[in-house]
């Protein structure tokens, strides 16, 4: 185990901004906050954060990316909380501790997301800041290593394929060749261990053949750059079975044809030296067609830069050759990761330990712009999603501009349909809030629906949407049915007959319509006049106008006809109110079906109703009763006249504000030198409300004259 005062000087060899104090309080607080706990190993607990601190301390990554290494499994896995990590580290370690946290509980629940590369993606967006990543990456590195400790084996196996499909591809795009090559190694011993064993079988007899084949290759290719003058240094390798298998199995080759097996790489300290020494390769093997790359003036997505090139090689063997500077050879294997965290640092201080780096750092400056570059591979792909948490940690992803009813509904339907509220991050929020990325939801469900057409304005999915329009479709046909009975039933009390169903049955057929409720949903939608069921049960109450108008007998005699009660119909639904005279509870008022709407309400002396020629029998008695939204908040508009003076305005609204009523819009009509005209809405409940409101103002001072427009 690394101990503490190894740890701290390794990080001080290379970070001259390290946090020494800092780094030794995490070391204690993460041994102390693990106690006794134990890994499958039988090992402490604590040798773990520390070994995944070590292996980025080894990538020389900054002192609060090994800070938060030490740290990373203390939320999820001791008792100490994110509170903690907070006061005794502050701001920007807590939130790289809660980023860690958080992409943990992603683990094993990668067979939730289909396609392991949006799992990637959400992993991506998830890590807003990339050390995130950097220490889930050595995180699992030190998990896989240690895999094998692990008895029960399908559980090793769903951890190594979650490894290869997700983590390695990681590695790989953050640039890290090395940490990918050890993870696809050691997830493809636990997935394949007899294809792995044949595979290092065959590496070893083809060796047998010629033990000296990668030192005599080298030599070869060594005097060829000496004849030349070219100096560099040439690595050779034997490629790992993981890299041999997939090679195999997207050339679909066997065995047998395997000998392209070893893999070179030549090191030279500048940019032309690579194209002389490809030449020069060139010239004197034979090349493979097709298998030439030139990433050094079209870089890999990741920054890296490289000539790729196969040859038969001078020992007759075909040969892997990859050609590139030092200062692309340390970006290759300290990936992207590298300048983004010591970018701001490099300009600030020309420390030694980062010379190498800040060489990364001309490369990439002047391949591309680097800040745009890095943004573009990590957020340029999901611009258009995000990524957020359930209260379970399980993530779901939104199209961007996406709100918490979009969420609700892709949680469950029962959910979004029953949601009256919404606490994001832990505090109540509007349900217009836009969800960003990272956002903890939690949807507050309730009995009393507020389920209403205005949602289709506080969401934007497709599922929602669709949710919403089928549940308000189904709830406004039974509103519509309910309200289409009723106004049927009152036709027949007014004609003084009693209503049956039974009778209606015997008459669906002329109306095209299959079911009772059918016939009523029509009468509801105002597609279908109610006195023509009943003449078409009793033809002979027919009256025929002089204007060739058909009325009912009844329909121009009585004066007073029952009313339609407006319990349980939805306003926006199946009731509207007429903007014209905006009528409250309370009001006398008319109604009539305008078709496919439902009922607009209007108050009985309304000019624009009496302008509406309406045929008398199309308008209805609604009685507000049963009214039961009492939540609901009917805009209501007064005429005020108040004195010219200073503080009458205040004094209104104030008045106004004691009342319990809120001020939507305030007009000043007219103004001379003692008074003021305005015209002034407000929000009451009902009749008495406004009465109230305007008794009050009456009793100012400063109010001359008070009343409904
Ligand atoms: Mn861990």
């Known amino acids: 185990m690394l101990r503490q005062v190894e740890l701290v000087e390794k990080v001080k060899s290379y970070d001259p901004f390290v946090e020494e ?14 106690g006794k706990q134990k890994r499958a190993s039988g090992d402490p607990y604590f040798s773990h954060p520390l070994e995944v601190a070590g292996i980025l301390a080894d990538y020389k990554f900054d002192s609060k990316t090994i800070i938060t290494a030490l740290l990373h499994d203390v939320v999820e896995d001791t008792e100490k909380n994110l509170k903690d990590i907070k006061s005794n580290f502050g701001n920007e370690i807590s939130y790289l501790v809660d980023g860690v946290t958080k992409l943990s509980k992603l683990e094993g629940r ?26 889930k990456l050595a995180d699992r590195l030190h998990n896989m290593r240690t895999i094998h400790y692990i008895k029960d084996s399908t559980k090793k196996k769903k951890i190594a394929h979650e490894t290869l499909e997700i983590f390695a591809p990681l590695a790989e795009r953050l640039g890290m060749q090395e940490i990918r090559a050890e993870l696809d190694d050691l997830s493809f011993k636990i997935i394949e261990p007899e294809l792995r064993s044949s595979i290092i079988q065959r590496l070893k007899v083809l060796r047998l053949q010629d033990e000296e084949l990668l030192e005599k290759t080298i030599n070869k290719i060594h005097e060829l750059l000496k004849n030349n003058t070219v100096e560099a240094k040439i690595f050779g390798r034997e490629k790992k079975p993981y890299s041999i298998w997939k090679k195999m199995k997207i050339k679909s080759v066997n065995f047998s044809q395997l000998s392209d097996i070893m893999a070179f790489t030549i090191l030279i300290d500048n940019l032309e030296g690579c194209y002389s020494i490809l030449g020069l390769l060139h010239q004197k093997y ?25 040859l038969i090689g001078p020992m007759n063997q075909r040969i892997e050759v990859q050609i590139r500077t030092f200062e692309m050879n340390d970006l290759a294997n300290l990936g992207v990761a590298a300048h983004w ?23 990439l400056d002047q391949s591309r712009e680097p800040e745009e570059f890095l943004e573009h591979t990590k957020l340029e792909m999901f611009s258009d999603q995000v990524f957020v948490f359930t209260p379970n940690g399980e993530l779901i992803s939104l199209p961007k501009g996406a709100m918490p009813l979009d969420f609700a509904f892709a949680v469950h339907t029962d959910i979004g349909i029953n949601c009256i509220g919404v606490k994001i991050n832990n505090s109540i929020k509007p349900l217009y809030t836009k969800l960003k990325n990272g956002d903890q939801v939690e949807i507050i469900t309730g009995k009393e629906k507020i389920i209403s057409p205005r949602w289709f ?52 057929e002329i109306f095209k319509v299959s079911t009772v409720d059918d016939l009523f949903l029509k009468v509801g939608r105002g597609e279908l006049p109610p006195f023509k069921i009943i003449l078409s049960l009793f033809p002979e109450r027919a009256i025929i106008q002089s204007n060739d108008n058909i009325v009912l007998f009844n329909d121009i005699k009585e004066k007073k006809k029952p009313s339609v009660s407006l319990k349980d119909l939805t306003p926006g639904m199946s009731i509207h109110y007429a903007k014209c005279c905006n009528p409250i ?22 000019k624009d109703l009496k302008k509406i020629k309406l045929n008398n029998s199309k308008l209805i008695n609604v009685r507000w009763k049963d009214f039961t939204q009492g939540k609901d908040e009917f805009v209501v508009r007064i005429n005020v006249v108040i004195k010219n003076e200073i503080g009458s305005l205040g004094s209104l609204s104030s008045i106004i504000g004691k009342t319990m009523s809120n001020i939507r819009n305030l007009d000043i009509t007219e103004r001379n030198s003692d008074f003021f005209k305005i015209a002034v809405e407000i929000d009451v409940k009902n009749l008495d409300h406004l009465s109230k409101v305007l008794v009050s103002l009456r009793t100012s001072e400063f109010v001359e004259e008070v009343s409904r427009a």
């Open 110 to 135: 990668t067979d939730k997301f289909k396609q392991a590369e949006n799992f990637r993606k959400l992993l991506l967006a998830t890590s807003k800041d990339i050390r995130v990543l950097l220490v």
């Open 21 to 34: 104090e800092l780094l030794n309080k995490a070391y204690i607080f993460s041994m102390k906050a693990h």
């Open 457 to 508: 304005e506080l969401s934007i999915t497709g599922k929602a949407q669709a949710c919403i329009k089928r549940y308000l479709h189904a709830k406004e046909d039974d509103e519509l049915k309910k309200l289409g009975k009723e106004i049927l039933n009152n036709q027949f009390k007014n004609e003084k007959i009693r209503f049956s169903e039974t009778n209606l049955r015997n008459i669906l």
């Open 585 to 606: 509870p309370g009001d006398k008022v008319l109604a009539y079906i305008s078709h496919g709407e439902g009922l607009i309400i209007h108050i009985d002396t309304c």
């Open 286 to 310: 034979r090349y493979v067609p097709g298998r030439f790359k030139d990433y050094i003036s079209t870089p890999k997505a990741n920054g890296y830069q490289s000539l790729h090139t196969t």
């Open 341 to 363: 965290i010591y970018k701001d640092k490099v300009k600030f201080k020309d420390g030694k330990q980062f010379k190498g780096i800040s060489k990364i750092l001309d490369i």
